[in-house]
C-alpha cells in the first residue's frame, strides 16, 4: 500500500472513531473522562440498573462494563449488567443524564447520580440539592418541557448550547 493510501486510511478511521466519540458526547453526559477502554464514561460510572431500581447511587466497575452507543456503562454486578443489555431504554436516564432543569432551560448541564427523582419508572438527574427543590415546585411542567426540548438539544453539542 503506498504512504498516500496508508494515510488516507488512517485519516478515515481517525475521523470515524472521533466521531462516534463525538455523537456519544453530544446526546449523553459523560463530562468525566474516558474509561481504561478509551470510551466515554456515562453516569459517572454509576450503575444505571441500580439507580433505576433503587433511586440511590451504586458504583459500578470497569469489569462489568457494556459500551452503549459509544458510551460505557459500568455495573456493580454480572446481573445488573445482563438486565441492561437485555434492555437498555429501561435503565437509561433521561436525556442522556444530563440534568432535567437545565435541558428544560436548553442547556445541558451535569446530571449528578447523587441527585435523582424517579417518575413513572424513568429516572431524572439533577446538578446539586438546589436544583431538585426548584424541579419539586413544578415537576410535571418541568418534565413536558424538558421532554419538549430535548428534541431540539439532543444532538446539539454542550459547548454549542
Not at 101 to 109: E, F, Y
Request: charged share 20%; hydrophobic share 45%; proline share 2%.
Amino acid at each position: 500500500m503506498n504512504y498516500l493510501l496508508k494515510l488516507s486510511v488512517l485519516a478515515t478511521v481517525g475521523q470515524l472513531a472521533f466521531s462516534s466519540f463525538a455523537f456519544a458526547a453530544d446526546n449523553y453526559n459523560v463530562s468525566n473522562g474516558l474509561t481504561n477502554n478509551g470510551n466515554p464514561l456515562a453516569m459517572h460510572g454509576t450503575d444505571p440498573v441500580a439507580l433505576s431500581q433503587t433511586g440511590a447511587e451504586v458504583r459500578g466497575i470497569d469489569t462489568h462494563s457494556v459500551v452503549h452507543e459509544g458510551v460505557e456503562f459500568y455495573f456493580a454486578t454480572a446481573d445488573a449488567k445482563a438486565k441492561f443489555v437485555a434492555d437498555p431504554a429501561a435503565f437509561m436516564p433521561e436525556y442522556g443524564g444530563f440534568c432535567i432543569l437545565g435541558v428544560a432551560k436548553g442547556k445541558k448541564l451535569d446530571g449528578d447520580t447523587r441527585y435523582v427523582d424517579i417518575v413513572d419508572g424513568k429516572v431524572y438527574l439533577f446538578v446539586n440539592a438546589a436544583v431538585i427543590e426548584i424541579y419539586k415546585k413544578d415537576k410535571l411542567g418541568t418534565i413536558a418541557k424538558a421532554d419538549q426540548i430535548w428534541k431540539d438539544i439532543q444532538h446539539t453539542a454542550v459547548e454549542d448550547l
